[in-house]
């Protein structure tokens, strides 16, 4: 998930039904109708949830693990997490992954996406370094979904960089598009036999904004206005080799897809004139998207020429958004057979006055490059994330706007949820849920090529800066207990019955 009013309580149980709460059991009682959850979904379509290797896992140096930036970034500065705590164990799905698959069947969910720790399967990124046990940890997991009839969907990498391949410089280094595609190759070699399913990169945005330009999170680089520009560039390369990778060497074979996911923002705009909501669009999700999935390729218009003209106003010898070759252009330009969305909240849009600003973002910033403000209506209906608001309307926006933008590719809703203090009666995330999935169903009816939706996140997990603050899973984890308990909160039921409608329509 993305680093980052009072709407009307949605009703879900008809008038004199009762909520019964009975363990794992989901009486008659809790189903849902038609009228409030709806079924109006294609075949085909996937109900998944989705996880990340750091945020779940644990284990961090059993069995040949190497460090990843995220272990060095908590070990080294344990006081920069809110609550100072780690991922050192966490849920524990390294030794707990069967009770992971265990929920998801009890979910009745179509797919899991979850990623693979990079420094698990090659310590120090290198395919010298390849570890026997983090490989069969892997295959053990893909072989218990596939039992239980769940699709297992891999994200190749989710902000857990390899140490030894930052000491490197990371994604800043050139070196580290070789790296990633031999990587890819190992997981490839291992898994493609039975993974159907690949996303490279989770949310490079959030990586190249907060780790290498204001870095606010591992590997916490503060290189404003050039490090995430540069990390950019190399993870769009990286991600096309690994596509065509896939496509030249294993494809034939699989028979699976491989795309990435981006994250956005549903934008809104008070002030009549210029579009800046599709400034804020292609500044943000454009940024990843348009080199991918446009068809003329390359970095977006207003991005480029923006970013070239404010280089030379301040006395640059070359811009600081990398040039793409013509033929990098050509490599990266439709390297993705669907497009992973990850979609949380939404805000309005507006023009800059940093003149009058108490505050205002260093020169140079992509920040000053998008020359925008952010704001949010104070009625919208906040979760425990400061960050979170309820805006669901945005995310039919997105949706249209891909399909408008980039001539509709296949999307994939890689993540949709809502943070709360971990509460078992946890109305705002299936409130989240099924007023998110009505936006779907619009988005649907209006022609987008929608083929899944998964809710972040499966358990209660380690959010990364805000430790065990805020709580984003449809099964609670008591990180105090020894035994790691899942426990189902209300919005599991629902979710439950919701796929259980679409299976039965």
């Not at 943000?284 to 003209?309: C, N, Y």
């Not at 009058?356 to 920040?367: D, I, L, Q, R």
Request: overall charge negative; hydrophobic content about 35%; some cysteine.
């Amino acid at each position: 998930m993305e680093i980052r009013s009072t709407f009307r309580k949605v009703v879900f149980l008809a008038l004199f039904l009762v909520v019964v709460f009975a363990g794992n059991v989901i009486t008659e009682e809790e189903t849902c109708s038609k009228d409030t959850c709806g079924d109006q979904y294609p075949k085909d379509f996937l109900f998944g949830t989705s996880t990340a290797s750091y945020q779940i896992e644990g284990g961090w140096d059993e069995d040949g693990k190497g460090p990843s930036i995220w272990d060095t970034l908590i070990h080294e500065h344990p006081e920069l997490i809110i609550d100072r705590t780690s991922g050192d164990v966490g849920p524990d799905s390294y030794h707990l992954y069967r009770e992971d698959v265990k929920i998801l069947k009890e979910l009745g969910v179509n797919f899991y996406r979850f990623s693979i720790s990079w420094a698990r399967i090659l310590p120090t990124g290198d395919v010298s370094s390849l570890n026997p046990a983090g490989l069969k940890y892997y295959s053990d997991l893909i072989d218990l979904l596939l039992e239980e009839g769940i699709q297992p969907m891999v994200t190749m990498f989710h902000y857990d960089l390899p140490q030894y391949i930052q000491d490197l410089g990371g994604t800043t280094n050139p070196l580290f598009v070789k790296y990633f595609r031999e990587y890819a190759r190992v997981l490839f070699d291992n898994f493609a036999d039975r993974v159907k399913l690949w996303s490279t990169f989770n949310e490079p945005w959030s990586f190249c904004y907060y780790g290498h330009s204001i870095g606010e999170i591992a590997p916490m680089k503060k290189l404003n206005g050039v490090g995430e520009y540069y990390s950019a560039y190399h993870i769009l390369l990286a991600h096309a080799e690994v596509y065509h990778l896939y496509k030249d060497q294993y494809y034939k074979k699989s028979n699976g897809k491989i795309g990435l996911t981006l994250s956005s923002l549903g934008l809104f705009q008070k002030t009549p004139g210029n579009d800046l909501v599709e400034r804020g669009m292609q500044f943000h999700l454009g940024f990843f998207a348009h080199p991918i999935f446009s068809r003329e390729g390359g970095w977006p218009k207003v991005m480029q020429e923006t970013v070239d003209r404010n280089s030379e106003i301040e006395g640059r010898a070359w811009s600081r958004l990398p040039v793409f070759t013509p033929e990098e252009i050509e490599r990266v330009r439709g390297s993705a057979d669907f497009f992973g969305l990850n979609y949380f909240t939404g805000g309005f849009v507006g023009p800059t006055d940093y003149k009058n600003a108490k505050t205002s973002p260093p020169s140079p910033s992509w920040e000053r490059d998008q020359n925008l403000t952010f704001s949010v209506d104070p009625t919208w209906k906040r979760g425990k994330s400061e960050w979170l608001y309820l805006v669901p309307e945005g995310l039919k926006n997105v949706l249209l706007w891909i399909k408008e933008t980039y001539d509709n590719p296949e999307v994939i809703i890689t993540e949709n949820g809502w943070s709360d203090n971990g509460e078992l009666e946890d109305d705002g995330r299936v409130e989240c849920i099924t007023e998110h999935l009505k936006m779907v169903k619009q988005a649907l009816q209006e022609g987008c090529r929608i083929k899944g939706y998964a809710v972040w996140s499966l358990l209660d997990n380690f959010e990364w800066m805000m430790g065990y603050t805020e709580k984003f899973g449809l099964y609670r984890v008591d990180m105090d207990d020894p035994e790691k308990k899942r426990v189902p909160k209300k919005s599991s039921k629902i979710y439950r019955e919701i796929i259980k409608l679409h299976e039965n329509s």
